[in-house]
Each structure stands twice: as structure tokens, then as C-alpha cells.
């Protein structure tokens, strides 16, 4: 299992609008040297979508990475407070389980 170098994950909701969205950053190794920064996004509790990025360098990919950090916390996305989220499961949140 590869261990991610840097991860970020933020939630954006809005009751008025029915708004409940989530968007996770993750910078990885590639087995070729390489490094890979994976997008997520999507509804909070839906598997949402991905998109995989790869880059030469770790330096390029966290350029990229900070990027888009900025740009969604400017859209209003917030690293949601509870001890309930971790980092990297946030967006692979399910509905809860009915016992």
C-alpha cells in the first residue's frame, strides 16, 4: 500500500441550495519514480468522481496541489471541524449503515 505524501479534503454545503459537497486532494508515488496527484470530488456520501494527474517531480505536483486548495477554499470550500472525518477516508464516506 502506498502512502500518500500530502492529502487535503473540504466540504462545501449549503442547506438553502441542497448543497452537500466534498473535494479530496491526494499526492501519491507511482511505481516508475513518478508522482501523482488524484482529484476527487463529488456529493458527500456518494462515491463522486476522480481525475489523476502526474508529474515528474514532487515540486510540480504540489504547484498544482496548492493551486487548487486555493481556488476551492475561494469557492467556499472548508475543511469541515469533528472528530469524526479523517483526512483521507473523508470522501469515501458511505451512508450510514441501518442495524
Not at 515540486?59 to 477554499?73: D, G, P, T
Not at 475543511?79 to 458511505?94: H, L, Y
Request: proline share 4%; with cysteine.
Amino acid at each position: 500500500m502506498t502512502r500518500a505524501l500530502i492529502t487535503h479534503y473540504a466540504e462545501r454545503t449549503d442547506v438553502t441550495r441542497n448543497m452537500a459537497r466534498f473535494y479530496a486532494l491526494e499526492i501519491v508515488p507511482t511505481l516508475f519514480g513518478e508522482t501523482c496527484l488524484t482529484r476527487r470530488w463529488g456529493r458527500i456520501g456518494r462515491r463522486g468522481q476522480s481525475k489523476a494527474h502526474t508529474f515528474e517531480t514532487e515540486e510540480a505536483a504540489a504547484n498544482l496541489f496548492r493551486e487548487i486548495v486555493k481556488r476551492k477554499q475561494a469557492r467556499g470550500y472548508r475543511v469541515p471541524t469533528g472528530a469524526d472525518v479523517a483526512p483521507v477516508k473523508a470522501a469515501n464516506r458511505s451512508r450510514p449503515e441501518t442495524t
